[in-house]
């Protein structure tokens, strides 16, 4: 099987459900950065413990991001095709989100002043993935539909990547901490 098709080679890309746009009008534009950001959360997953519960719940958002970019690559002639939760983002998709943010701001304390990214390399990919989903947020709101979520996942995503890079700050901190009171133990 071939992976191209030359289809595209006049500078068009076709779109869920039918029907070809520019490849550099508005609709590819908000899935592509959506792909990116994808690929981005990807990178932060390879730096996590393969089946912990950060694992298992990047792997369930970039599977969500496959929903949302089916959403976006569809025409809106062609939006009632759409699935609620398989090809267009539903409300529960958001909450879910929201359960996740939730459960990771119990465990952390809020820092007291502006993060400065880095505590970590899961931290700092975490926050890289954050700001490429703000991004994708931006260039998706140009088309989403009118009472579509799209853009209150991506915002919930970013809070969730958020709170997951400085969940990661903690744990790192921590065990930080341990491994500077076993090496003062030791002199």
């Known amino acids: 099987m071939l992976i191209y098709t030359r289809s595209g080679d006049d500078g068009t890309t076709g779109l869920y459900f039918g029907g070809r746009v520019p490849k550099d009008s508005d609709r590819p534009i908000a899935y592509g950065e959506v792909d990116e950001a994808q690929a981005f959360i990807g990178l932060a997953r390879s730096?996590?413990?393969?089946?912990?519960d950060l694992d298992l719940l990047l792997i369930q958002c970039e599977r969500d991001l496959w929903v949302l970019m089916a959403e976006l690559?569809?025409?809106?002639?062609?939006?009632?095709?759409?699935?609620?939760?398989?090809?267009?983002?539903?409300?529960?998709?958001?909450?879910?989100?929201?359960?996740g943010i939730d459960a990771v701001m119990e465990s952390l304390d809020l820092p007291?002043?502006?993060?400065?990214?880095?505590?970590?390399?899961?931290?700092?990919?975490l926050d890289v993935a954050r700001t490429v989903v703000r991004r994708a947020e931006r260039?998706?709101?140009?088309?989403?539909?009118?009472?579509s979520y799209v853009g209150q996942y991506l915002n919930r995503l970013s809070d969730l990547l958020w709170a997951l890079a400085r969940q990661a700050d903690a744990t790192n901190l921590t065990a930080k901490d341990a491994s500077l009171s076993s090496s003062k133990e030791h002199s």
């Open 112 to 125: 007291k002043e502006f993060v400065v990214p880095g505590g970590s390399p899961l931290s700092a990919q």
């Open 139 to 147: 260039a998706a709101l140009a088309v989403a539909e009118q009472g």
């Open 73 to 99: 690559a569809t025409d809106s002639a062609n939006r009632h095709k759409l699935l609620e939760s398989k090809s267009v983002v539903s409300a529960e998709m958001v909450t879910a989100l929201e359960d």
């Open 47 to 52: 730096l996590s413990i393969p089946g912990s």
